[in-house]
């Protein structure tokens, strides 16, 4: 029988109402398949890229979806993926369990895997007029992933590599029409939330992507009359804490939390960010002073990693086109990155609101996460979970840092971006 | 070297001790020979595999468990202690508060893990980043030792996973306490022989891990 394979979508496809539940029994056997027939994976990508898109009628996406699907291709592209990724299948799925909301899907949709990847990578280059400039851009963006210390990357690296040829200008029309959609948006009066959450599920052109995060995450009002008054007031309030917080860093009670955040910051990610003095500087505030003002949780090793999204998408408000991890960020105006600085301590903030009981005591958060996805493999992909069990891998062992660090040490940092868009649109706690 | 008569042991090794100590970096240099300022922090835990001839006959793999130092995360220790044979319990020579954490890791891990024989798992202390000249705890061996004996280390080794210094030895000193523990299995089915400090008459028998 033909499993479904359902793209990003808001709000969350429910299997549960559409009557779709999958047999735990029918997955692929586990016979090797050669890589060679990229023309059927185009085949099957075309066939659901546009699932992207969609969104506005989730019972149109499920048609098309259930039509274009090819059971062949499918199970191909899942043993492909269990073959070459059998490591990286945990956190694939992972993710793209997140991106569908944790419901019970079958283990077709191991395939809609690869063609997340692929958007994942367009999104980047939104904003770029003509393709092969995206693929020039994206592919010294790829190499710099691939030196990174982290052996999950290379692998998800180079399958997206695999897979941008496929890029079309037609796409390229789509995505300036999306960005036409997300500007209307954002002009007001006043920013429809509930709008901009269905718009920007499947992805946030990257030249209105700061704006919309502030307003995604609550620190923009959808007034756009009152914006500016508000980033003023709020810039005023953050530099005010550092006045009065940060000269007591190295005061006896402060002084473990202020040194370990002083040892981790030249141990973060990416590389070129934390060796510039200015961004040191300007994490070890921003890290300090939440500690300071949230003391049941304090410090807590991956906080510092969740500052540099905020930090680099929020650095592209003010430059054109360029890499953000070349970028030399001492040479913005002062004033310049005193806001940046701000607005990415508040987005932090209201980020960490909703995922608190991750860093305190035990992290029970985290301990939850953890128990959800042990329980959503066992379910989804039995034969992994069996596995897992026989050689007693805890969950624990593997997963913790997928939750503590919101999965930006297991993928590229423009993926991460990439997925915090998602992630926004229903509050980090739904995903992690 | 005859295929038939070659013994293979595997041992999980734990690596444990206060944040920013170079836990990652001594597995590092041990496991990859290299060394950067620059490993990022440890979350959770990390893996690495080392494999050591031991003698003509023996093959020993060890399987060293890169354990984060914060203490946020010190309620997940128990889920990685599990079925560990050996432990490195690791301070950073220029920072005291980390070697006064010593013992609290030590009883951390005796807390949690015994050996199936329900001895405590041998445990060598390593005194990192001594190449740094700021050598605050080091002056006096002989306290060291007695330190090491009072808490229950099989021994004690000044490390420097930059300049490459002592960590060989360290682990070859461990290797041969599990070894020795492994191949002693009289004291297992006698409980009555076991006391606190057996393994104190180890130590004198081990003349590598105590520098005179």
């Known amino acids: 029988s033909i499993q479904h394979v359902y793209g990003a979508?808001?709000?969350?496809?429910?299997?549960?109402?559409h009557g779709t539940l999958i047999k735990p029994g029918s997955k692929p056997p586990a016979t090797p398949v050669k890589l060679k027939k990229?023309?059927?994976f185009q085949e099957f990508e075309s066939n659901t890229s546009d699932a992207w898109d969609l969104g506005d009628d989730d019972d149109e996406l499920l048609a098309i979806a259930a039509e274009n699907l090819n059971t062949e291709v499918v199970m191909e592209t899942a043993h492909k993926v269990i073959q070459n990724h059998s490591k990286l299948q945990e956190q694939h799925k992972f993710q793209e369990e997140h991106l569908q909301e944790e419901k019970q899907v079958g283990s077709a949709e191991l395939t809609s895997v690869p063609c997340g990847d692929n958007r994942l990578v367009k999104s980047v280059s939104e904003g770029h007029t003509s393709s092969s400039s995206d693929n020039v851009s994206e592919s010294s963006s790829m190499q710099r992933s691939q030196s990174l210390p982290q052996t999950s990357t290379p692998p998800l690296v180079s399958g997206m590599a695999d897979y941008n040829t496929s890029v079309t200008p037609a796409l390229t029309e789509r995505e300036a029409s999306r960005l036409d959609k997300f500007k209307q948006l954002l002009a007001g009066p006043n920013t429809d939330l509930e709008e901009l959450r269905k718009l920007s599920w499947s992805g946030i052109p990257k030249r209105v992507r700061p704006i919309a995060w502030k307003l995604l995450s609550g620190y923009l009002p959808a007034n756009v009359d009152r914006r500016e008054s508000t980033l003023k007031r709020k810039r005023k309030e953050y530099f005010a804490f550092v006045e009065q917080y940060y000269d007591s860093r190295n005061d006896e009670n402060h002084q473990d939390t202020y040194r370990q955040i002083h040892i981790d910051i030249p141990r973060m990610s990416p590389e070129v960010l934390r060796l510039q003095p200015k961004v040191t500087e300007i994490f070890e505030r921003i890290l300090f002073i939440w500690a300071i003002r949230?003391?049941?949780?304090?410090?807590?090793?991956?906080i510092n990693d969740l500052v540099t999204p905020f930090f680099v998408v929020f650095v592209c408000e003010y430059i054109e086109e360029e890499e953000v991890?070349?970028?030399?960020?001492?040479s913005l105006p002062e004033e310049v990155l005193q806001n940046i600085e701000a607005d990415s301590y508040w987005c932090m903030s209201k980020l960490l609101d909703g995922i608190q009981d991750n860093y305190t005591f035990a992290q029970p958060g985290i301990q939850?996460?953890?128990?959800?996805l042990e329980e959503l493999v066992s379910r989804i992909d039995e034969q992994v979970h069996r596995h897992l069990d026989q050689h007693e891998v805890k969950y624990l062992q593997f997963a913790f840092r997928w939750m503590n660090n919101l999965l930006m040490r297991e993928v590229p940092l423009h993926c991460t971006i990439r997925l915090w868009d998602t992630y926004q649109v229903s509050t980090f706690l739904h995903f992690h | 070297m005859q295929k038939h008569s070659q013994k293979e042991h595997l041992y999980k090794l734990l690596v444990i001790g206060d944040l920013g100590v170079g836990k990652t970096s001594i597995i590092k240099r041990y496991v990859h020979q290299n060394f950067s300022p620059h490993y990022r922090a440890t979350i959770g835990v990390d893996f690495a595999l080392k494999v050591l001839s031991w003698d003509a006959e023996t093959v020993v793999r060890l399987q060293l468990w890169d354990i984060a130092g914060q203490e946020r995360f010190g309620n997940m220790t128990r889920v990685y202690y599990r079925e560990a044979m050996g432990a490195f319990i690791v301070f950073d020579v220029t920072r005291p508060a980390t070697f006064e954490a010593v013992t609290k890791w030590k009883e951390d891990l005796d807390s949690k893990l015994v050996l199936p024989n329900g001895k405590p798992v041998p445990t060598v202390l390593l005194a990192n980043k001594c190449d740094q000249g700021i050598d605050v705890l080091m002056n006096n061996g002989i306290k060291m030792d007695q330190f090491c004996k009072e808490n229950g280390f099989v021994g004690w080794f000044e490390t420097s996973a930059k300049e490459n210094i002592n960590i060989n030895e360290a682990s070859r000193c461990l290797v041969k306490h599990i070894i020795d523990s492994e191949s002693d299995p009289v004291q297992s089915v006698e409980p009555d022989i076991i006391k606190p400090h057996l393994n104190s008459s180890k130590i004198v028998s081990c003349s590598a891990c105590f520098k005179s």
């Open chain 1, 325 to 330: 991890e070349n970028f030399d960020v001492s």
């Open chain 1, 9 to 17: 979508q808001h709000p969350p496809f429910d299997p549960l109402l």
């Open chain 1, 368 to 372: 939850k996460k953890v128990k959800m």
């Open chain 1, 38 to 40: 990229v023309s059927t």
């Open chain 1, 294 to 302: 949230h003391p049941a949780s304090g410090y807590v090793q991956g």
